[in-house]
């Protein structure tokens, strides 16, 4: 039952790394990646790992994603005063 | 050096490294097994001192001279962070414009603020009691703040955020634990030894004698670092913005 629950957990977590992997745009990656941080805080804490799972919950899926969000943003930002002044 | 003595040094290194780590790789107990030789001592050591998540005992007690050097490594990733992103000559700050928000996305921030930022302190409070600690509930506690940018706007957020304080929690939190460490010295025992204070009642809130403290240091040190970290990030994205013509 447990192996069962493990290897399903890491399904997902192969799946939605594929995914974050295969998606081209950045702001999108940032959300796939966050969908990635749940399922990894899943898998550690379906291996006994809880401590590990919630750094990996308020890492992976909320900081990180949050300052690439915020990166995507200053550099389009940039390009549309550029486009302005030209 | 030319480019492929730097390869074959390159090939070489990595050789090595991948040997010694699959040497060590057959070595490990089993998936899944019963003998974990390094997990049953280190829950001994941990229970010897009244801790009761063991994870807290490795991190403050047992190997707090590693988290001594993780802290650290923190402190001065943001510190650079900051640097970088500070206002440069050739740019200047714009006020923000106040955004229209989505009645149910402010409706939703604002329910699950308080609640983020409760469950961060509280994950914080019993590090050394659950799962968590200072490093989880600070990045919780700091990140929840920021729901206030999505339900109200940047100018409410800069309000609730002194960045001078936090500046300030963030050096202390720092000097917080190197004291705690030297307070051992001056005890007579070593560096960080947990021999300071009483170990306590097991599974209560003040068990584990200099575990809470330090618990409690590496969470202000988080949380603080965290919030320097996005208002750096949030003022490139929102206010700062490069002049004209240069």
């Given at each position: ?57 308020a890492?992976?899926?909320a900081?990180?994603?949050l ?20 | ?100 928000v989505?009645l149910p996305v402010r409706r939703y921030a604002l329910i699950a603020l308080p609640v983020a930022l409760l469950t961060g302190l509280y ?14 509930g600070?990045v919780v506690a700091a990140t929840a703040l920021h729901l206030l940018y999505l339900g109200a706007d940047y100018?409410a957020l800069e309000r609730v955020r ?61 949380a603080?670092?965290v919030v320097?970290?996005l ?16």
């Amino acid at each position: 039952m447990a192996d069962a629950v493990i290897v399903v957990a890491l399904l997902l977590v192969a799946a939605s790394a594929t995914a974050a992997v295969a998606q081209r745009e950045p702001a999108r990656q940032a959300l796939v990646l966050s969908v990635l941080g749940v399922v990894l805080a899943v898998l550690f804490t379906v291996l006994q790992a809880p401590d590990v799972g919630l750094s990996q919950l308020a890492v992976g899926s909320a900081l990180t994603p949050l300052l690439i969000m915020l990166s995507v943003r200053k550099v389009r930002r940039q390009a549309r005063a550029k486009d302005r002044a030209r | 050096m030319s480019q492929r003595l730097r390869l074959w040094l390159l090939a070489v290194g990595g050789a090595g490294v991948a040997a010694l780590l699959v040497a060590a790789c057959l070595d490990l107990p089993a998936f899944g097994g019963r003998r974990h030789p390094y997990g049953e001592r280190a829950v001994a050591a941990s229970l010897a001192r009244h801790t009761a998540n063991t994870i807290a005992s490795l991190n403050f007690d047992q190997r707090a001279y590693d988290t001594l050097g993780e802290i650290s490594i923190l402190f001065a990733a943001v510190l650079g962070c900051l640097v970088l992103l500070r206002e440069a000559r050739d740019e200047h700050r714009a006020q923000p414009q106040p955004a229209e928000v989505a009645l149910p996305v402010r409706r939703y921030a604002l329910i699950a603020l308080p609640v983020a930022l409760l469950t961060g302190l509280y994950v914080i409070a019993h590090g050394q009691l659950s799962p968590g600690g200072g490093f989880q509930g600070g990045v919780v506690a700091a990140t929840a703040l920021h729901l206030l940018y999505l339900g109200a706007d940047y100018r409410a957020l800069e309000r609730v955020r002194p960045l001078g304080v936090f500046d300030v929690c963030d050096a202390l939190a720092v000097s917080a634990y190197a004291v705690l460490g030297l307070a051992g010295l001056l005890a007579g025992t070593a560096f960080l030894a947990n021999t300071l204070l009483p170990y306590g009642t097991f599974n209560t809130l003040s068990s584990g004698g200099t575990v809470p403290l330090l618990n409690a240091a590496v969470g202000m040190e988080v949380a603080s670092a965290v919030v320097l970290l996005l208002a750096g990030f949030l003022d490139q994205a929102v206010e700062i913005e490069e002049e004209r013509g240069s």
